[in-house]
């Protein structure tokens, strides 16, 4: 086994994701730095492309809506590195294509199930002192303001457990495919609403840490990287991928000793109201 550290970011063979590898290398992160794609020659062609830069990233198959893909990474990982100290879950999509109910479906299942997954196969390998880092975005504030009074509560209950979570997630997708979303008080977003998710997921994965590994250190957040020029948001959006990959990095390497932000939303660096 590796005794140096490990940084694992999903979805990683473009875009944000590729960025954020390529930043944690730039800033000479002390250890191997695991770029995961569902797709392998995509994933070895964006390693080779680190390399002509100059840049070290490993491989490895990651597909986040297989939980057994999933586990085969975690396998992977205690057998090789014993454990993790950095987690970026950015793998997600933006599923454009109609009818709603469709598009709530599959865009809950990458979004948010597919980092359920992920983070219950890899979290409990988290090092004291590791970082975690789950790519929301300022949609999910904006989704959780256009959902009805009651939604709202229940999303922003510091309480709230991850079972209900799933709950609410799954109402939403049934409310979708029946045509009523919008009379249950969710909002018109299926993106934004599978973002809440994320965002609720880290709160409460962040309260779970603090009980469980008091004194860890380990700090978990969600951040938005902002409109940023990938193929998910085409080609206006003002930032560039590099400049999406900010926030995430900084929050990947937070100092040790760093007590804070922890359970978070993060957005161009500063915590963001929920």
């Avoid at 680190?50 to 975690?74: M, T, V, Y």
């Avoid at 975005?137 to 009651?150: H, I, K, T």
């Avoid at 359970?263 to 109201?273: I, M, N, T, Y």
Wanted: charge should be neutral; include cysteine.
């Amino acid at each position: 086994a590796s005794s140096g550290k490990l940084a694992v970011v999903t979805g990683a063979n473009k875009g944000i994701g590729f960025a954020i590898v390529k930043e944690l290398c730039k800033a000479g992160f002390a250890g191997d730095v695991l770029l995961t794609a569902r797709n392998e020659e995509r994933g070895r062609e964006a390693v080779g492309k680190l390399k002509e830069e100059g840049f070290d990233a490993i491989f490895h198959q990651l597909d986040i809506c297989d939980q057994e893909s999933a586990k085969r990474l975690a396998d992977f990982l205690r057998t090789n590195y014993g454990g993790i100290d950095v987690l970026v879950n950015n793998a997600g999509i933006a599923y454009k294509t109609e009818p709603f109910g469709e598009q709530a479906e599959v865009t809950m299942r990458t979004n948010f199930w597919g980092t359920l997954w992920v983070s219950r196969a890899l979290l409990p390998l988290l090092r004291p002192h590791a970082r975690v880092v789950n790519i929301s975005s300022f949609v999910s504030q904006r989704a959780l303001g256009q959902c009805c009074p009651e939604l709202q509560a229940k999303f922003r209950d510091p309480e709230l457990s991850e079972e209900d979570l799933c709950s609410l997630m799954q109402d939403f997708v049934r409310a979708a495919q029946k045509g009523d979303h919008l009379a249950q008080g969710w909002p018109n977003t299926a993106y934004g609403t599978t973002k809440i998710g994320v965002t609720v997921l880290s709160r409460i994965q962040a309260r779970v840490l603090t009980r469980t590994r008091t004194s860890d250190g380990i700090l978990l957040n969600a951040c938005c990287p902002g409109w940023v020029r990938t193929d998910m948001a085409g080609p206006k959006a003002p930032k560039s991928p590099e400049e999406g990959a900010q926030t995430p990095t900084y929050l990947a390497l937070l100092p040790l000793g760093a007590t804070e932000p922890h359970g978070q939303l993060v957005s161009d660096k500063v915590v963001q109201e929920w």
